[in-house]
């Protein structure tokens, strides 16, 4: 009874230690099938462990033919919801181990950063938008001043109205200083009318 209970244990699945990557909130289910020699005087319990936690799987166990040979299979589901889930899970049983390393895919954080970059470039293409709504104006007549004549098209024949008195004075405040400022330096069309007009009367 000694020479079995000294046996080490057959793993037959996994055969060897598995290393494995899987995306974060990925749900999994460990399988672990083990062979050994039968005898009631020997531990034959199987064993769940991630570091120095034990965990609780769901085990069944089956004889061979002539009942010398034990079947132990064991199942332990893992959900990956958070970076602490990862690690190194082990199936135990005696002295013998196997082990399952479950990895965090790098697909999984280059995914994210690919929809973070994108979001951010949206709300860049988004602030442009609005902003140059608001400030198209102000945009257009930049530019002019800046980089020369341009046609701004606003739907506008002129952007002001000026009305002044037939005087010397006047004529020339607007023709030769007003005038100049508004169109010439800020992009501004003006209208110029030397007639007298009237308070809520129309333009002749």
Not at 36 to 57: M, Y
Request: aromatic share 12%.
């Amino acid at each position: 009874m000694a020479d079995f209970c000294s046996v080490p244990p057959k793993f037959l699945y996994p055969s060897t230690n598995v290393t494995s990557e899987y995306a974060l909130g990925s749900q999994l289910t460990l399988n672990c099938t083990v062979q050994l020699p039968f005898s009631q005087n020997c531990d034959l319990a199987l064993h769940w462990r991630k570091d120095d936690q034990w965990l609780a799987g769901d085990t069944t166990q089956r004889f061979n033919d002539n009942t010398t040979e034990l079947f132990i299979f064991s199942t332990l589901d893992v959900n990956l919801t958070t970076d602490e889930s990862y690690g190194v899970f082990a199936c135990l049983v005696r002295n013998s181990t196997a082990i399952f390393t479950l990895q965090k895919s790098a697909e999984a954080a280059g995914h994210l950063g690919a929809v973070l970059a994108a979001f951010i470039i949206l709300a860049l293409l988004l602030l442009m938008v609005v902003t140059y709504l608001k400030c198209r104006l102000n945009v257009l007549l930049w530019y002019r001043n800046r980089y020369g004549d341009l046609e701004i098209n606003d739907g506008k024949l002129y952007d002001a109205y000026v009305s002044y008195a037939n005087s010397t004075d006047d004529r020339k405040f607007v023709n030769f200083i007003m005038k100049p400022q508004l169109e010439n330096h800020h992009g501004y069309k003006l209208f110029l009318d030397d007639k007298d007009v009237l308070p809520n009367s129309g333009r002749e």
